[in-house]
């Protein structure tokens, strides 16, 4: 019924591409987030959903109805479709029933009805006492559930949030972040979520978009976007992953060998010997170990403390190698003290070749 | 890390706007506003100073206004007085700023309030005041001995009263400028300085300074610029000195001709325009100059202490404030409760005979306060309903058209409201297409007038409160549902009301008393109040006119103390002169 889909939609600020050929098809009832580092089109993208901005090429579509094609948008006030702001855009000079009862009063929802929905939605996020206070005299917190509750009362079948929860402090995000996954359940709207945070994202969604300079660099569920990440990009910008350069020698049962500065390691993902590739690497793919092969050999460079672990920093003695970080739980060893790290695990980008 | 919304970026205008049919109407709605009232009478004036002369000449009228003595002595002298009172301008303006922005003197609310007083009293009112001051029988300088022997020429009547009085009339607005200027110097390289060792004097003169200085050569630019288009100054002092400017001897030209002489007075209006583009440019650049100096600004200046030297800066301020700002105003009280003129006053003989005769018997005096009062009030309200669409397109919806209008908008108040009367003139005086009934000798065409000029006064502080206004406000209500028309009037009206409120009481406190623009249109029963002023003074009877400008200075000082009780609430650069 609300499916949101973009075909290779692009939208320029001047010289600048904003968005980048995206394609993407949210389907009815999902939780998608749009995640990526400031400035790479994620809210640009969400606006053109929204309807303040027309595309320059490809289409956009509600459900089956065609909303935005090159040099034209529906207007934002006929799509039906109810958006958080990343600032609330409560209304100051009217009190939190008035705010959420205005999109009904607008679309002439009959007094009687209307009352019943800004009470329910008011009674949803906890707020039924605040309904004659104003915006100012709220919290942080409340006003981000009157944002919602005038959301809610819409009762939208596609919901658009625009970073909802950065101007939050970090205790409210977690109780917030449980909210919104509950108005998801009970709703049964199609939620378009912006976030540059991604642990945010990978805790709400069932599928996530990595953006980067205006492109979808990968659409997918959390776990695979940590486990399997498409590019170089993903790889690093998700869960903070290290991307290392190897030589593909050849398959062994489910597992790749790659050889990782002269030291033949297995890991998971696709390639043929001799290939020249990239590899993703997670903390926890790393263990300090007292063997001696398929291992590498290296020195302390810095130490993070970071309470339950603490950080390694790790210089390989290979040339040219980049540094390892590993967690490590135990007493660490000193800065400059020679380690032998071993890799346990680790994903083969699919990206591209290496000259 | 929060996107910056590309949607400000200006390319956003790329945006189709055939989307929304609502905004579409309201632009074409304030276009057509805009078109009427602002360009077409210009436009018409701009044709009309081109044409052929009498004898079929190309650009005869310019040519033949040009070689006019009378429009060479006029220009001359225009220039001339101009310069020389900006030039005081400057100087008054400057001590002022200085010494009340960047000393620690006591009182600075009340001498700001002091400072602003001359922009407040309307030109032709401080020439009055300044008249009453100067003459023979001034209730202040006459005690003293300092005032011209009785049947002597009052000293005003000259070059160097015009000069004196317009300086000091404009003085507020390079106050004004010179303040914000300095206000805008961030505090952390003041700082930097004082901590390089630098003494307070040093720092004002080598880093404050220069840094404000674009703003204080703005600030003079647009007291030149003032200067050249004032009526109400040269009209009262220089008429009776026998000394021409170019807004009396256009206006001398069409009382005396009338309507017959339009294209004459178009083409002298056309030179007074031309010179105030050229101080308006000028003052641009500047304007433009001095923010990019400043960008980026930390906290406001503090004060530096002035230590055993503030008694002396503080009296050597209030005896500057007072003499130029309050004694005049004293003089003109005098005079009003003066039985007769050259009657001393003393508490035996003041009287309230001229304010019984003028307010509650004089037909004209009564017919011209209604009259002000109703077309400030329409003025005022229609400016500010057309204001606060206006500056919504601008500003939250970025809409290129409504842009270009606001541009437009500024220019009846930019140039000298002699040149926009003319063009109304030109415009209005023949009966109108389908009524066929001509608004010339009605209370309409000066409507007109002030409908055209005074819309630039109320945008100002309406823009001011729409910037702070969230775009997200509007776009909630637009995901809400809401078409244009239904989010100005329940979302964006009420957020800005009180900024446009305040831009509607400044229009009504400007407009209640005009003169030079109603000067050119006013008609027997059609007369404003400041017309009244000048007529009564014109015509010998100065207790008479005393009594109504003091009448008049009443009202708009009310007006002035109810718009800063209002403006504590508001955002700041909504009520010009709040300290």
């Known amino acids: 019924m609300a499916s949101v889909t973009l075909e290779a939609v692009s939208k320029r600020f001047d010289s600048t591409r904003a968005v980048e050929k995206v394609s993407l098809a949210v389907v009815d009832g999902e939780f998608f987030a749009l995640l990526g580092p400031s400035g790479c089109g994620k809210t640009t993208l969400l606006r053109l959903v929204a309807g303040f901005e027309a595309p320059d090429e490809g289409s956009i579509k509600l459900a089956t109805e065609v909303v935005g094609r090159p040099g034209w948008a529906l207007a934002p006030e006929k799509r039906r479709i109810g958006m958080v702001f990343q600032s609330y855009a409560l209304w100051p000079h009217m009190n939190v029933a008035q705010n959420v009862a205005f999109a009904l009063r607008v679309r002439r929802v009959p007094s009687v009805e209307r009352q019943k929905r800004v009470a329910a939605a008011l009674a949803m996020v906890g707020l039924e006492a605040m309904a004659k206070r104003r915006p100012h005299e709220l919290s942080g917190g409340q006003r981000q559930r009157v944002a919602l509750a005038r959301c809610l009362a819409m009762q939208p079948t596609v919901v658009l949030l625009d970073e909802p929860l950065a101007n939050l402090d970090v205790h409210l995000r977690e109780a917030m972040q449980q909210e919104f996954a509950r108005f998801h359940r009970e709703s049964g709207a199609t939620f378009i979520y912006v976030t540059h945070d991604q642990a945010e994202a990978m805790a709400l969604a069932d599928r996530v978009a990595v953006m980067h300079e205006g492109r979808v660099e990968q659409a997918a569920p959390p776990r695979a976007l940590y486990r399997e990440p498409a590019t170089e990009m993903v790889a690093r910008f998700v869960g903070r992953g290290m991307v290392v350069p190897v030589d593909v020698i050849g398959r062994e049962g489910p ?36 063997r001696t092969t398929g291992t590498i050999h290296g020195h302390i460079a810095a130490l993070t403390f970071q309470g339950a672990a603490t950080l390694l920093t790790i210089q390989p003695n290979a040339e040219g190698a980049s540094q390892l970080r590993i967690e490590y739980t135990s007493a660490p060893p000193a800065v400059g003290a020679a380690v032998t790290v071993m890799v346990r695990d680790g994903w083969i980008i699919p990206e591209g070749r290496m000259p | 890390m929060v996107d910056a919304h590309p949607a400000d970026a200006p390319a956003s205008s790329r945006r189709r706007w055939a989307s929304s049919g609502g905004e579409t109407f309201l632009v074409a709605a304030i276009a057509i506003y805009v078109v009427v009232f602002a360009v077409w009478p210009l436009l018409r004036l701009f044709f009309e100073a081109l044409l052929p002369g009498r004898d079929g000449e190309i650009l005869g009228l310019l040519i033949g206004e040009w070689r006019s003595a009378a429009t060479r002595t006029a220009l001359v002298n225009t220039l001339e007085a101009s310069a020389l009172a900006s030039l005081l301008s400057l100087v008054i303006g400057i001590a002022v700023a200085f010494a009340i ?25 401080t020439a009055l005041a300044w008249i009453e001051f100067t003459g023979a029988f001034s209730p202040i300088l006459a005690p003293l001995g300092l005032a011209p022997k009785p049947g002597m020429t009052n000293p005003l009547y000259s070059k160097w009263g015009i000069v004196l009085v317009m300086g000091i009339e404009h003085s507020t607005l390079v106050f004004l400028a010179v303040r914000a200027g ?102 641009a650049l500047l304007v433009r100059r001095g923010r990019f100096a400043t960008e980026g600004s930390s906290a406001h200046l ?18 500057l404030l007072v003499v130029i700002a309050v004694l005049p105003l004293l003089a003109l009280l005098a005079a009003s409760l003066s039985p007769a003129l050259g009657v001393p006053l003393r508490l035996d003989t003041a009287t309230l005979d001229n304010y019984r005769f003028a307010l509650l018997e004089q037909d004209a005096t009564i017919r011209a306060f209604r009259n002000s009062f109703v077309l400030a009030l329409i003025t005022a309200i229609v400016s500010a309903a057309v204001a606060v669409p206006l500056a919504y397109l601008v500003t939250l919806r970025k809409n290129p058209f409504a842009r270009a209008l606001d541009v437009v908008a500024d220019t009846p108040y930019a140039v000298p409201g002699t040149v926009l009367a003319i063009a109304v003139i030109l415009v209005f005086l023949p009966p109108l ?84 623009v109603s000067a050119l249109l006013w008609s027997t029963g059609r007369e404003t109040l400041g017309v009244v002023v000048f007529t009564l003074q014109y015509e010998g009877n100065s207790p008479a006119a005393a009594a109504v400008a003091t009448a008049s200075i009443v009202v708009t000082l009310a007006l002035a103390g109810l718009a800063s009780v209002l403006g504590r609430r508001l955002p700041e650069g909504v009520v010009p002169w709040r300290a």
């Open chain 1, 255 to 290: 597992r790749l060998i790659v050889d990782l500065w002269g030291e033949r390691i297995a890991v998971r993902g696709e390639g043929s010997a001799g290939e020249h590739r990239k590899l993703c690497l997670h903390s926890e793919d790393l263990a300090l170990t007292s």
């Open chain 2, 101 to 125: 922005t960047l000393t620690d003197v006591r009182g600075k609310a009340v001498l700001t309030f002091i400072a602003m007083l001359p922009l407040l009293v309307p030109s032709q009112i």
């Open chain 2, 182 to 283: 300095l206000r805008s110097v961030p505090r952390d390289l003041v700082e930097a300085a004082r901590l390089g060792g630098a003494h307070p004097l040093r720092v004002i003169w080598s880093v404050v300074t220069p840094l404000a200085l674009p703003a204080i050569l703005a600030g003079a630019a647009l007291a030149f610029v003032t200067s050249i288009g004032n009526f109400g100054i040269p009209a009262l002092l220089g008429i009776p000195g026998r000394y021409s400017m170019l807004t009396t001897l256009i206006y001398q030209r069409l009382q005396g001709f009338g309507p017959r002489v339009l294209g004459e007075v178009a083409a002298l209006s056309l030179i007074l325009a031309a010179l105030a583009a050229v101080g308006l440019l000028l003052r």
């Open chain 2, 302 to 319: 503090e004060p530096f202490g002035l230590g055993r030297g503030r008694p002396v800066t503080a009296a050597l301020l209030w005896i």
């Open chain 2, 433 to 516: 297409p389908i009524l066929q009934l001509s608004l010339y000798g009605t209370l309409g065409i000066i409507l007109v007038a002030y409908l055209g000029r005074f819309l630039a006064l109320a945008l100002r502080p309406t823009m001011a409160g729409m910037d702070l206004v969230n775009k997200s406000l509007d776009e909630a209500a637009q995901i809400a549902g809401a078409s244009v028309l239904t989010r100005l009037w329940a979302v964006i009206l009420p957020v800005v009301a009180p900024s446009a409120a305040a831009g509607a009481l400044l229009i009504f406190m400007t407009a209640f008393n005009e003169l030079t």
